[in-house]
C-alpha cells in the first residue's frame, strides 16, 4: 500500500501503533498511497453491495477481462480515487467500508516481508543488529516461519501512530500473528485463521 517511503523493523523494544483519527487526516488513504485490492477483498466488497466499477481503478472492458477469468487477478488492481482520496473516504475521514476494508488496508502501516535467516536483506530498515537477531528468533521459533526465509514486519515512518509504549515480545509475537492471517494467506497461499486452509 505504501510508496516508496523509508521503513524500519518492527521488533520487541519498537514503538506500538494507534491509529491516530483525530490529528493525522487520514494519509494512508490519499495519494500517493494507492490500496491494492485481491481477488478475495473485491468479492467481499461486493458482497456488501458495492460496485467494482464504482470501487475499482479500471474501466468497463478490463473489469469484463477479469470476470471472464473467475477473477483471477493478472495486474495489480487498486481502489479508485477521486480528487486524490479514496472513494471509500467520507468527508468526515471515515472508511466507508472498515468492515469490508481491503487487507491491505487492515495491514498498514505495517507490511510483512520474508528474509533469509540471516535477515541481511533488510539491513537498511533495522536500528540495531540487535533487534534484528531477536525478532529473525522470535520468528525462527514460531511455527509458521518455515526456513530458509523467515517473515520479519516493517512500518512505515510517515504514519504519524506509532506513539505507544515499546512492544514487549508478546505484543510483538501478537502483532506477527495478526500480520501473517492478514497477508500470507492471501499474497502467499499459506494457512491462516483469518482465510482457513488455504486461499
Ligand atoms: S496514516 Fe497512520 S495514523 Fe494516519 S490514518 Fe493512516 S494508519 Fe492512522
Ligand atoms: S478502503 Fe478505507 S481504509 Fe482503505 S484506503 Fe479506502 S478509506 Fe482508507
Do not use: K
Amino acid at each position: 500500500m505504501a510508496p516508496d517511503a523509508p521503513e524500519r523493523l518492527v521488533a520487541p523494544g519498537t514503538p506500538g501503533f494507534r491509529c491516530q483519527p483525530q490529528t493525522c487526516d487520514a494519509l494512508c488513504c490519499r495519494s500517493p498511497y494507492l490500496a491494492g485490492v485481491s481477488e478475495r477483498d473485491v468479492a467481499l466488497l461486493r458482497e456488501g453491495g458495492e460496485e467494482p466499477l464504482h470501487f475499482l481503478d479500471i474501466d468497463p472492458g478490463q473489469l469484463q477481462e477479469l470476470l471472464g477469468q473467475g477473477m483471477r487477478w493478472s495486474q495489480f488492481v487498486t481502489l479508485r480515487q477521486e480528487e486524490s482520496r479514496c472513494v471509500f473516504l467520507g468527508e468526515d475521514l471515515s472508511c466507508g467500508a472498515y468492515e469490508r476494508r481491503p487487507d491491505g488496508c487492515a495491514l498498514y502501516p505495517h507490511r510483512l516481508v520474508f528474509v533469509p535467516p540471516g535477515g541481511d536483506r533488510i539491513a537498511s530498515n533495522v536500528e540495531s543488529v540487535d533487534l534484528l537477531d531477536l525478532s529473525v528468533r522470535i520468528a525462527l521459533g514460531w511455527e509458521p516461519g518455515e526456513p530458509p526465509y523467515v517473515p520479519l514486519v516493517l512500518r512505515d515512518l510517515a504514519c504519524p501512530g506509532f506513539t505507544e509504549p515499546p512492544l514487549s515480545s508478546a505484543g510483538y509475537t501478537a502483532l506477527l500473528e495478526r500480520i501473517w492471517d492478514l497477508d500470507a494467506c492471501t499474497n502467499h497461499a499459506w494457512p491462516c485463521e483469518r482465510h482457513g486452509d488455504s486461499a
